[in-house]
């Protein structure tokens, strides 16, 4: 299928080079530079040396070598199999197969033409096996489902085996045991930290929570509007500071600057939600405590007050488990939007709209209003029996992707539990006697507690308003979006789909005598 296609219609060009002589650091860096996976290693006279790819370099690492001393011909691949840019991409798929390589030098009339990576080839040969040559696109299911649109490192949900995880570490014990920072840094930086990297890091989120210049009185203004909703001002106010720290497109910046706007502006979100929620209270805004961590800074600026640790900690696990979930709509609005180079702030602003629908972003509060509704446990089996004889959905159980335990309301539940109080009780009742009425009155549907049931009763026992539920959601999935924002950007391809036509047959001439008007 592949073999009408040339490896010059493939290939990434011009190829990034290097010289053998410098540093693994320096090549790093031409590597980040260039957003490519691997670069040619010239010889003086341009002949092909090597090839050293970021794998090499990351493998070194591991091992313990110092990049700023150790030199590229240490860790290249020498003498490597090369291609012509005339071959066929058949014949160089071949060669990754057998050879197990990643990266080949392209070479035409004795220069390196381009580097061939197995992602472009893969790639080609699977769009030619989805879409025969000349053939209509073939239609994705709607929705998407069951269909890989990109690959991600930053993580998974593996909804039958019932849990998900951030970069291969499982998500739920990240919470137990890790703070925000630090699975923050591990999903935006792409490891845990040391503790070092971490001091350096919290100290570069703290800095980065000071509002931009012109930026307060505005939210002044956004929060007095009519028909103020937390998460609309959240989404304009995001969009805003975007504008006001000039944030520039992704196309034009290198992947460590992406990374210091993703911070910049992951860190500003609680700091712009709580201005925005005090303005619309009447009440003068509350600066983020430098001492505090991302969590206890979200209650001190809520309420004025540092918070107790154990509600601060509360929050903090809910807040580490929705950083990422998957490749969800808001995340995949956020990589459409950065892959057609734009910048962070409009792609952060896009996954907020994404996140606003009642679909995704839903209601957190739903749940908590249906505790509400039943009042007391002697209300709790009524309740639920008359809820779902008129066949309404029980708030709280069911989803999409876990057909067992979802991973999150098993956490939550604890952390409900070990902060305590009577809503925290009243609802571990009314969950069983749900799961109780469910399992008769709807049985064979799988259908288990989700992440909405005690995600409002932690965030309420903890001082967190009702309607700032989902904005709370949203700044925690910032990270997740920025995450992702990264990955696009470090190896960009522009998200173009396209669509089945089913209109009027196409061309249809205007009716006739229909003149202008
Ligand atoms: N209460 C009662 N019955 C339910 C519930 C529920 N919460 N959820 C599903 N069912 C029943 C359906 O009525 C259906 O029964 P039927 O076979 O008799 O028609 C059966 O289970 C299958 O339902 P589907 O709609 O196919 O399930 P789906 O996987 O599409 O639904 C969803 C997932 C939308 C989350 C659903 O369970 C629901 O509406 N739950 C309540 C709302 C809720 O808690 N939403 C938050 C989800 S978590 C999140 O999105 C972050």
């Not at 509007?225 to 497109?249: C, D, I, K, N």
């Not at 910049?264 to 925005?276: C, D, I, N």
């Not at 001492?291 to 309420?303: I, S, V």
């Not at 539990?417 to 049985?443: D, H, S, Y």
């Amino acid at each position: 299928m592949t073999e009408a296609l040339r490896v010059r219609d493939v290939m990434h060009k011009p190829p990034v080079t290097v010289g053998a002589d410098l540093t693994l650091s320096e090549a790093a860096h031409a590597l980040d530079e260039h957003k490519v996976g691997a670069a040619a290693v010239l010889d003086s006279d341009g002949g092909v040396r090597g090839i050293v790819s970021e794998r090499d370099i990351l493998r070194s690492l591991g091992q313990g070598v110092d990049p700023a001393s150790t030199r590229v011909s240490e860790v290249m691949t020498a003498h490597p199999v090369t291609v012509a840019a005339d071959d066929s991409v058949a014949q160089a798929l071949e060669i990754f197969r057998t050879r197990q390589f990643r990266h080949l030098p392209v070479l035409e009339n004795g220069h390196v033409a381009g580097i061939l990576s197995i992602r472009h080839v893969v790639r080609v040969a699977h769009i030619e096996e989805v879409k025969p040559a000349g053939s209509a696109p073939a239609l994705a299911p709607r929705g998407l489902e069951g269909v890989a649109v990109a690959e991600t490192a930053v993580g998974d949900v593996r909804g039958e085996e019932g849990f998900f995880h951030y970069r291969g570490y499982d998500a739920c014990e990240l919470a137990r045991r890790c703070s925000f920072e630090q699975v923050w840094h591990l999903l935006v930086e792409g490891e845990l930290p040391d503790s070092a990297q971490l001091r350096d890091f919290r100290g570069r989120t703290v800095a980065a929570r000071s509002l931009p210049g012109g930026v307060d009185p505005l939210l002044h203004s956004l929060a007095t509007l009519p028909g103020y909703s937390p998460l609309g001002a959240l989404r304009t106010a995001v969009s805003l500071t975007g504008a006001a720290l000039q944030v520039e497109p992704t196309l034009d910046i290198s992947a460590v600057q992406v990374r210091a706007e993703a911070l910049r502006l992951a860190s500003l979100t609680p700091v712009l939600l709580m201005r925005l929620h005090r303005y619309q209270q009447g009440l003068p805004a509350v600066d983020p405590d430098p001492d505090l961590g991302y969590a206890a800074a979200y209650l001190q600026m809520l309420t004025g007050t540092r918070p107790a640790e154990t509600a601060a900690r509360a929050l903090e696990k809910y807040l580490v488990l929705t950083m990422d979930h998957g490749f969800n709509s808001s995340t995949f609005t956020a990589r459409v939007i950065t892959s057609t180079g734009s910048d962070i702030g409009s792609a952060l602003t896009g996954a907020i709209g994404a996140l606003a629908g009642p679909l995704h972003g839903g209601a957190p509060s739903r749940a908590l209003a249906m505790l509400d509704a039943i009042g007391t446990p002697d209300h709790a089996e009524e309740y639920l029996r008359d809820e779902i004889g008129a066949g309404h959905r029980l708030m709280g159980f069911g989803h999409r992707v876990y057909k067992t335990d979802d991973p999150r309301s098993t956490l939550l539940r604890e952390v409900a539990a070990e902060i305590g109080g009577e809503q925290a009780e009243f609802a571990q009742f009314v969950e069983a006697t749900a799961l109780r009425v469910l399992n008769e009155l709807k049985p064979g549907r799988r259908l288990y507690t989700n992440v909405e049931f005690y995600a409002g009763v932690v965030m309420n026992t903890v001082g967190v308003p009702r309607d700032m539920f989902t904005p709370t959601f949203a700044c925690s999935r910032t990270v997740g979006w920025t995450a992702a924002i990264a990955e696009q950007a470090a190896s960009n391809r522009l998200i173009r789909p396209s669509a089945l036509y089913v209109g009027p047959p196409a061309l249809r001439p205007l009716p006739e005598g229909y003149a202008y008007a």
